[in-house]
């Protein structure tokens, strides 16, 4: 009986049209990292849609109406859970699909109807809700650790000021050279910047949103917003892309009202300040690199050209661009919360990242998240070709 019930609940207007649009041309397959890896048409864009276009018509369409909602098979919903939590979210299907169905935001919504039915999520990303409730953090790491084991002795943070630093869960516990980067960069400038002590500075929600797990949401939100806003915070400055996607898109609406400090990206603040003259970058680096574009970065939020401004603004530099690079990067397989399920797929993404870097005749390959940088970290381990992996702003922080 439960499976009668409508499928359309967590979808807005304009997501159940996107459904219905879709032709089904399948343009969309050519880019899906997931379908590349797997090789499996069940976890690809067109047949998610098939599929859950299928699940609405059941319920919702016009038979139903007429004769009443008809049952949808257990074995196809569970088939559909897995395909939709396998995809890493990263959006390629979406940028390249030619009605424009916004697949970034639609995957993770289809996964919080999943969750509704009880069938959603998969394996370890159940426990993200209990291990943020118990440490503030998907990791279920201290709050005590978030900070101390990279913060550099030499930086101060100020009590109060217009600009805040987020280090977010994943820079702080799985990518500290990143933070560490971050910070000494943002010393460098010379502007007073805050931050939350470390058992305020809570998870940004962005693990539960995007696996469908919505209910611990407002809490944390509210306890963020409250407290930068007690703190005078004007501009709150992130290392994570997922951070900034969540609380550009979705946090207002969360809140409730209109936030009282604009969120920008390290590399946006940086470029800034590179601009102006508050940073100059004097050292030298005769190196040719090659930057990835986050997927929540570059088609989540649009930051695409600011990373590659200040890498540009290093003297000595060559700056190379994968094949896909920008709105059309691909994704390096650590995305979505997939990569806590779907290990070897992340592998497999984050091998391909490496081996194209590899090929270009790059000398490091540069990142700007904290996930990318774990995973193809860990992607890269017993692989046959290698390179130097450098975050951007750990880069940057090396170079002043
Ligand atoms: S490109 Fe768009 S319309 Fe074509 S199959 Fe993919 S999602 Fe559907
Ligand atoms: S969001 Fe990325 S991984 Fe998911 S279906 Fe689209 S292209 Fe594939």
């Known amino acids: 009986m439960k499976n009668k019930r409508s499928f ?16 089904q041309c399948g343009e969309c397959l050519k880019h899906c990292p997931v379908q590349d890896v797997t090789g499996n048409p069940a976890v690809s864009p067109p047949e998610k849609i098939r599929m859950f276009r299928e699940f609405i018509r059941a319920t919702d369409g016009l038979k139903a109406r007429l004769f009443g909602p008809a049952e949808v098979d257990q074995k196809l919903l569970q088939d559909f859970t897995k395909a939709v939590y396998e995809c890493t979210t990263c959006g390629a299907c ?33 426990e993200t809700p209990a291990a943020i409730k118990n440490s503030g953090n998907p990791y279920n790491k201290p709050a005590g650790e978030r900070y101390k084991p990279w913060f550099p002795e030499q ?18 516990y799985e990518a500290q050279p990143m933070v560490k980067g971050d910070v000494l960069v ?4 010379g502007e007073p910047f805050t931050m939350l002590p470390p058992e305020e500075e809570v998870c940004c929600g962005f693990p539960l949103f995007i696996t469908g797990q919505h209910d611990l949401l407002k809490d944390l939100v509210t306890r963020l917003v409250k407290g930068y806003k007690a703190k005078g915070v004007r501009k709150l400055v992130c290392s994570c892309p997922c951070c900034v996607n969540i609380m550009t898109r979705d946090w207002p609406a969360i809140y409730g009202e209109a936030l009282p400090f604009k969120i920008r990206h390290i ?5 800034e300040a590179i601009k102006n003259g508050k ?3 004097r050292n030298k680096l005769s190196e040719s690199v090659i930057y990835h574009d986050p997927c929540y970065l570059s088609r989540g939020v649009g930051v695409i050209e600011e990373p590659r401004e ?12 994968f094949e896909r690079h920008g709105l059309n990067s691909r994704c390096c397989g650590s995305g979505g919360a997939a990569r806590k399920v779907y290990h070897e797929n992340a592998i497999a993404m984050g091998r391909q990242t490496i081996d194209e870097a590899v090929a270009k005749k790059a000398d490091r390959l540069i990142l700007a998240c904290p996930a990318c ?28």
Not at 8 to 23: N, R
Not at 102 to 109: A, E, G, I, N
Not at 267 to 271: L, R
Not at 310 to 321: F, K, M, Q, Y
């Open 8 to 23: 359309t609940t967590e979808l807005s207007a304009h997501q159940i049209l996107e459904i219905d649009a879709c032709t």
């Open 94 to 126: 979406g940028q390249n699909c030619p009605v424009g169905i916004f697949t970034q935001r639609l995957w993770p919504m289809l996964r919080k109807e999943m969750v509704k039915r009880g069938l959603g999520p998969i394996g370890a990303q159940a």
């Open 155 to 172: 930086v101060k943070v100020a009590d109060r000021s217009d600009i805040a630093y987020y280090a977010g869960c994943t820079g702080a």
């Open 186 to 189: 943002l010393n460098a400038i």
């Open 267 to 271: 590399t946006q603040h940086v470029s």
């Open 279 to 281: 940073l100059q970058l």
């Open 310 to 321: 200040v890498l540009r603004s290093i003297p000595g530099i060559t700056v190379l661009e």
């Open 373 to 400: 940088y774990a995973k193809v970290n860990e992607a890269m381990q017993g692989h046959k070709n290698q390179i130097r992996i450098t975050d951007i702003m750990e880069l940057v922080s090396g170079l002043i």
